[in-house]
């Protein structure tokens, strides 16, 4: 079984729809991300959680909101799409205690398509 | 403004031969760097990393190689396999505990037999 894993693996949708991106986790890790994939550009981080508590803007947050529900799972919304949020979205994981702390784990992916 | 670059889109090399993937990072800041390995359809899968006390690290087929003064890292494949035909994303962390990483645009290799 994936110990990292998101729902839906792909998603068409139109302009203006509301859309949310769910990740759950089974590793028991404190900390949680969402990055977006771009041809070009590599991953950029859009929010992190250290803990349910704790939220935190990424490098680009504008036009996304994300909720940490509990520890296991991180979801991502996107309140109105549009096109340019097209991409490939990865949630990830990381143990703050892990001697290899700066490590991080991957689900497989979300591919988004704004129409 | 790109913290990370790695500036080959892609690498082609042949079966049995070294594939080096280079990384250049502009953050004096960063202390930890982090080779990530990407196969369609898939997450990304961590491959190997190095802290900047070090300047090499070695695992297996896999070496990376830090030039701090340059500001510079290489992934070194001896030798390389079709199996490691994939996207690589060279990642940095710095200010220990903050677990940010900032990737780079990714090299694509492919292992031709």
């Known amino acids: 079984d994936a110990d990292v894993t998101q729902t839906p693996r792909n998603r068409i949708t139109k302009t203006g729809k509301r859309i949310m991106l769910e990740c759950s986790q089974t590793k028991g890790h404190d900390r949680m991300y969402w990055y977006r994939q771009d041809p070009g550009l590599g991953l950029r981080l859009i929010y992190y959680?250290?803990?349910?508590?704790?939220?935190n803007k990424g490098e680009i947050s504008d036009g996304y909101s994300v909720s940490r529900q509990a520890q296991a799972k991180f979801s991502l919304s996107l309140e109105s799409a549009i096109p340019n949020q097209t991409a490939l979205y990865f949630c990830?994981?990381?143990?703050?205690?892990?001697?290899?702390?700066?490590?991080?784990?991957f689900g497989p992916g979300t591919r988004l398509t704004v129409l | 403004d790109q913290q990370v670059k790695q500036n080959s889109p892609s690498l082609s090399v042949q079966e049995g031969r070294i594939s080096i993937l280079n990384c250049d990072y502009t953050?004096?800041?960063?202390?930890?760097f982090l080779w990530y390995k990407k196969y369609p359809a898939e997450g990304p899968t961590f491959l190997i990393s190095?802290?900047?006390?070090?300047d090499k690290n070695e695992d297996g087929r896999f070496t990376v190689f830090l030039n701090k003064s340059a500001k510079h890292l290489s992934l070194h494949i001896v030798p390389s396999q079709p199996g490691d035909s994939a996207v690589y994303f060279c990642a940095a962390s710095g200010n220990q505990g903050a677990q940010k990483l900032v990737f780079g645009q990714g090299t694509r290799l492919t292992i031709n037999p």
């Open positions: 959680s250290f803990d349910v508590k704790d939220i």
């Open positions: 990830a994981t990381s143990d703050a205690l892990a001697r290899s702390y700066n490590e991080q784990f």
């Open positions: 953050n004096s800041m960063f202390d930890y």
């Open positions: 190095i802290s900047s006390i070090k």
